[in-house]
């Protein structure tokens, strides 16, 4: 018989928070660039601009500001599952990996990033899906590995735009969030689930041995044998 008690002693659970927080935090998303489209708003200027005291608003306020819907709509797919993923299989780290994600991946872009004005989830989308994929390797955890290698396999092409391949995308965003998502993945990795431990039940079969492995019948069954 096999036991695991890591899984036991918290089993997924699957509640309306899960599809709720990601869907109101999308569409907080379409409202903010709706009042831009409506009234002939610019936030721009609230995104990160790098190495400058004003730049620095950006690091909170540039997660929810995109340039055009189909910047918003390239986001909001993605960050809904990633969201959704994270919020089931890691609930009690869940709001921590968002809001420390979010500052610390805008704070590193804020350090390493072009002169220009960075804005969208995107950062935040490759911290979760940094920190989904690390966070299976680390725990060393069946379930949480596989989740892994579907993450890796849906959203591996991820990789290539942490890299300076188009002008107008803020790759030291995207570079910040997975070097973010992996800090955090380590960071709470004994958090939650952890790497699966079997117990195995006795049998009488293990009677018959030592602690040392040395074949060692019981003092009865030796007597019957005479």
Do not use: C
């Not at 109101?24 to 379409?30: G, M």
């Not at 990633?82 to 872009?109: D, E, H, K, P, Q």
């Amino acid at each position: 018989m096999i036991t695991d008690n890591s899984i036991n002693d918290q089993p997924f659970k699957f509640d309306k928070k899960v599809w709720k927080i990601p869907l109101y935090f999308v569409l907080l998303l379409w409202i903010i660039y709706w009042f831009e489209f409506m009234f002939g708003y610019n936030l721009d200027d609230y995104g990160i601009y790098p190495r400058t005291m004003s730049g620095l608003k950006g690091i909170i306020f540039s997660p929810f500001i995109h340039g055009s819907v189909q910047h918003l709509l390239s986001n909001s797919f993605p960050l809904f599952i990633l969201m959704a993923v994270t919020i089931y299989f890691y609930r009690n780290v869940a709001l921590r990996v968002v809001v420390f994600g979010i500052i610390l991946s805008g704070a590193l872009t804020w350090l390493i990033a072009r002169p220009s004005y960075h804005i969208g989830v995107s950062g935040l989308i490759y911290v979760l899906a940094s920190y989904v994929f690390f966070s299976g390797i680390f725990r060393k955890n069946l379930r949480l590995v596989a989740l892994s290698l579907a993450v890796a396999f849906w959203y591996g092409g991820m990789i290539w735009y942490v890299l300076p391949i188009k002008e107008e995308m803020s790759w030291e965003g995207h570079l910040s969030g997975l070097i973010t998502g992996i800090l955090l993945a380590y960071l709470y990795k004994n958090k939650g689930l952890k790497k699966q431990e079997y117990q195995f039940t006795k049998t009488e079969f293990d009677t018959y041995f030592d602690e040392d492995g040395n074949f060692n019948p019981p003092y009865e069954q030796t007597q019957d044998n005479l």
